[in-house]
């Protein structure tokens, strides 16, 4: 793959520092169309293999989407979706509309997890360390055959469970890459309906569902979309089209119930001194909760941020999309932005997509939100 000129020093420093992981260990095909809908696509997708483990077998599979704008310059964001054990799939598909303004991966993983896979059984077991570290190598080897993208802001983006952990994983990576290439003053996280692991996560459940009610209709058209994609992927049209590897995986599901409840041990019971640690260290921060999420409640995730002393700069106020409150803010010294958004669940509702683009793509921008 040709490397813009401009990206040539970087692109070797990199090499000579991961040499080791050289040459094969990806697969990329560029899809064009898709099954169901009509025409070419209109934006970008690649849809690959990174080979984690020649001798088992074991390969991670992506989506990734090439921004629409301005791809040599726009941020290239890692969105690691939850569970564990949820596909990338979910977030490209029922929850994302940046796809304008950054260039984004969406990742299957652990194995066992939407169509990652491995010849071997013991890849399926895995853990809070192991996988920081999996999705570490899997990076380098992404951005080994796209240097095109090395110079780019990066960003790490995930929702639920994965916040737990990630700030370690970015620890890691910092520490151990020292690199000017993708680590600018820049670079930055954003998590949304976050845990953390503290008490805090949870125990505002109560009163929180009390203030709300039920949203069944809401819910109701979650489930309706968790249907459908079930139905899609399993589509042996679709499956070639995305050209996933035949024999590879059975029957795709959206989440799988094995991985989260049985193969992958959570073994790292907090993550807030990472963020204090991460955010002391010039790491901005982007934290935003659906203020209908009954997970992981809005209460519970500004009592941890508050938790980390910082001084607040811009008070509790509400912020607008077209002259609507989309929700609340604050701005935290360090650069944590947190955020609520108005009437959004979870993260896969996929509802209020004009108040979460408009949500990013300030925060992105270095805007007041
Ligand atoms: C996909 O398309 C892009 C842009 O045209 C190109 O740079 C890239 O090499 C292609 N990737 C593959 C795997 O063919
Ligand atoms: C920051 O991280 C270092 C190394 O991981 C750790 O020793 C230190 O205690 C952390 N600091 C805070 C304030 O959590």
């Not at 090499?15 to 560029?30: E, G, H």
């Not at 993708?182 to 503290?198: H, P």
């Not at 934290?287 to 409640?297: C, I, R």
Request: glycine share 8%; aromatic share 16%; net charge neutral.
């Amino acid at each position: 793959m040709a490397a813009p000129l401009s990206h040539f020093p970087q692109l070797l420093f990199f090499l000579a520092l991961f040499s080791d992981l050289w040459p094969c260990f990806l697969s990329a095909v560029n899809i064009t169309h898709l099954p169901g809908f009509a025409g070419a696509l209109p934006f970008r997708l690649e849809t690959g293999y990174v080979n984690m483990d020649a001798d088992s077998g074991a390969e991670l599979f992506y989506y990734f989407v090439e921004s629409e704008r301005n791809p040599s310059e726009d941020p290239l964001l890692l969105w690691l979706t939850g569970g564990p054990g949820c596909s990338g799939f979910n977030a490209l598909a029922l929850a994302m509309g940046l796809l304008q303004i950054a260039s984004m991966i969406f990742l299957d993983w652990p194995f066992g997890t939407g169509f990652s896979h491995s010849r071997t059984d013991k890849d399926y077991f895995t853990d809070d360390w192991h996988a920081k570290q999996l999705i570490y190598v899997f990076l380098k080897k992404w951005l080994l055959d796209h240097p095109f993208f090395l110079s780019n802001p990066f960003y790490m983006g995930v929702n639920h469970m994965v916040g737990k952990w990630l700030h370690l994983f970015l620890m890691r990576l910092f520490k151990v890459s020292k690199l000017p290439i993708f680590i600018s003053y820049e670079d930055g996280y954003l998590i949304g309906n976050a845990i953390t692991g503290e008490k805090g996560d949870k125990n505002t459940q109560a009163s929180h569902a009390y203030g709300l009610g039920l949203i069944s209709e809401e819910v109701y058209k979650v489930l309706t979309g968790d249907l459908l994609s079930n139905y899609w992927l399993n589509n042996r049209l679709v499956r070639q089209a995305l050209h996933i590897k035949e024999g590879s995986v059975g029957r795709w599901h959206r989440c799988d119930f094995n991985v989260n409840a049985h193969h992958y041990k959570r073994n790292i019971p907090s993550s807030l001194p990472h963020h204090r640690n991460l955010t002391s260290r010039g790491y901005r921060a982007l934290v935003y909760n659906g203020d209908h999420d009954l997970k992981v409640p809005f209460v519970g995730t500004l009592k941890w941020i508050k938790s980390l002393g910082y001084s607040i700069l811009d008070p509790w106020r509400a912020w607008y999309v077209d002259n609507q409150v989309a929700g609340f803010t604050t701005l935290f010294s360090n650069d944590i932005t947190f955020v609520t958004v108005k009437g959004r669940e979870s993260h896969n509702a996929g509802n209020r997509p004009a108040q979460c683009f408009g949500m990013f793509k300030r925060w992105i921008s270095h805007e007041v939100l």
